[in-house]
């Protein structure tokens, strides 16, 4: 993946991560959240390429693609619990962002447009998770830092992946179309007010303001 795949994400999300998230997501009494919900994505992530396989048998691309993903995701939930178990954070009870499930609410239920606009939704999920580590990286511990940074090569192709897998399955011009309706619901999600703080959630009630240095960072080829 080359280094300008980061510029690749930040046009192809509607807006960039809001600075006040940013500045309550280094706080040092959000870490522990920041951890156990990232740990949470992990295996959503996980979960949602299986169910792809379970679900679309006949797509031989899907299938590899999804096997390959479902790996990965779940090699990333076992870095990020190493972490936790390292600074004796427990893995309790957190519930989930209204992120995901706000996307999901713009998937049709008929075929083939439900798995259309699933992989589309997978891509706006990975595409912000890839962006949003770029924004933490420069703020975060060396330990923090390096690990973040490590993920943006696969959490890119993951973006790639799904969105080249929904370009096989729609029309000409129907994945654009489905693009945009899902962008403007990803952009109210991640700029609106959000009294919950999680991996993807909006901007936080209360903010000061943080400058995110996204482009300090360099994605690995």
């Not at 807006?15 to 990232?38: G, R």
């Not at 979960?47 to 779940?74: G, H, V």
């Not at 713009?106 to 999920?125: M, W, Y």
């Not at 949003?132 to 830092?145: G, N, T, V």
Request: charged share 25%.
């Amino acid at each position: 993946m080359a280094v300008s795949a980061l510029d690749e994400i930040q046009a192809f999300l509607p807006c960039p991560t809001p600075d006040s998230w940013v500045e309550e997501a280094v706080k040092l009494e959000n870490q522990d959240v920041l951890l156990i919900d990232h740990a949470n994505c992990e295996k959503k992530a996980a979960s949602t390429a299986l169910n792809l396989i379970y679900r679309y048998t006949d797509n031989f691309e899907l299938l590899n693609k999804m096997s390959r993903l479902a790996r990965e995701e779940m090699r990333h939930f076992e870095q990020v619990i190493a972490i936790m178990a390292k600074r004796n954070i427990e893995y309790s009870s957190l519930s989930a962002s209204r992120y995901a499930a706000g996307l999901r609410q713009q998937v049709r239920t008929h075929e083939p447009a439900k798995l259309l606009d699933t992989l589309i939704v997978g891509a706006f999920i990975e595409a912000r998770s890839c962006e949003r580590f770029a924004c933490l990286a420069p703020y975060l511990d060396s330990e923090l830092q390096t690990f973040y940074r490590s993920l943006l090569q696969s959490e890119g192709r993951h973006y790639r992946d799904y969105l080249t897998l929904a370009r096989r399955v729609g029309k000409a011009g129907e994945v654009e179309k489905r693009v945009e309706v899902i962008r403007r619901c990803e952009q109210q999600l991640v700029t609106s007010p959000d009294t919950t703080f999680r991996f993807h959630s909006g901007a936080p009630v209360t903010s000061t303001g943080v400058t995110a240095v996204v482009e300090s960072v360099e994605i690995p080829a």
